[in-house]
T-cell receptor, first 117, second 112 residues
Framework: KAGVTQTPRYLIKTRGQQVTLSCSPI?????VSWYQQTPGQGLQFLFE???????NKGNFPGRFSGRQFSNSRSEMNVSTLELGDSALYLC????????????????FGPGTRLTVL | DQQVKQNSPSLSVQEGRISILNCDYT??????FLWYKKYPAEGPTFLISISSIKDKNEDGRFTVFLNKSAKHLSLHIVPSQPGDSAVYFCAAGTYNFNKFYFGSGTKLNVKP
């Protein structure tokens, strides 16, 4: 079974620009979560999508948005980029936890390294 | 607000000895906890989990202990192997919501 894939792997943007990151979950997984990883901060939860709906949201400004398509693929968008948005953005997929025997085990992709200049 | 804290950024252990990684959380509503391992240039990999109805869960060389009253969990690796060298993240959340808070990670170095 193919793992979680994220594209692109690396991205360089300048302040003020916007960026779209893509995530393809493991086949059959309906939940997709996004995290931001910065040095010293660990992984910070951005949002989770399930069946094309945002189900959970972290404490990030409205510049960070996402969506999920009917095939469970997800995109994350950051508008008006700031220097502090430079980070590794990780996507994780999991089966529906309600009734799932694996209960919240999330499978992570390799991440997209975003650098804002 | 750092709801999950890993206060040791790094840990160095001799091969064959026990590695103990610690994690503290502040939210008493958390009832599900996980540990992930991360190698450079890869995403985190699920290692082991525990729900609040248990105080211990074991999987091979890995054991997670949960002390709910202290809001503390720990991961024990016995015996430690050089291949265990990685960054370990603990995560906490509530069972009915797929939203997890991660610690900042502990970098484990197992010396041969």
């Amino acid at each position: 079974k193919a793992g979680v894939t994220q594209t692109p792997r690396y991205l360089i943007k300048t302040r003020g620009q916007q960026v779209t990151l893509s995530c393809s979950p493991i086949s059959g997984h309906r939940s997709v979560s996004w995290y931001q990883q910065t040095p010293g901060q660990g992984l910070q939860f951005l949002f989770e999508y399930f069946s094309e709906t945002q189900r959970n949201k972290g404490n990030f400004p409205g510049r960070f948005s996402g969506r999920q398509f009917s095939n469970s693929r997800s995109e994350m968008n950051v508008s008006t980029l700031e220097l502090g948005d430079s980070a590794l953005y990780l996507c994780a997929s999991s089966l529906d936890p309600l009734g799932s025997g694996r209960s919240h085990e999330q499978f992570f992709g390799p991440g997209t390294r975003l650098t804002v200049l | 607000d750092q709801q999950v804290k890993q206060n040791s950024p790094s840990l160095s252990v001799q091969e064959g000895r026990i590695s103990i990684l610690n994690c503290d959380y502040t939210n008493s509503m958390f009832d599900y906890f996980l540990w992930y391992k991360k190698y450079p240039a890869e995403g985190p990999t699920f290692l082991i989990s525990i729900s609040s109805i248990k105080d211990k869960n074991e999987d091979g060389r890995f054991t997670v202990f949960l002390n709910k009253s202290a809001k503390h969990l720990s991961l024990h690796i016995v015996p430690s192997q050089p291949g265990d060298s990685a960054v370990y993240f603990c995560a906490a959340g509530t069972y009915n919501f797929n939203k997890f808070y991660f610690g900042s990670g502990t970098k484990l170095n197992v010396k041969p």
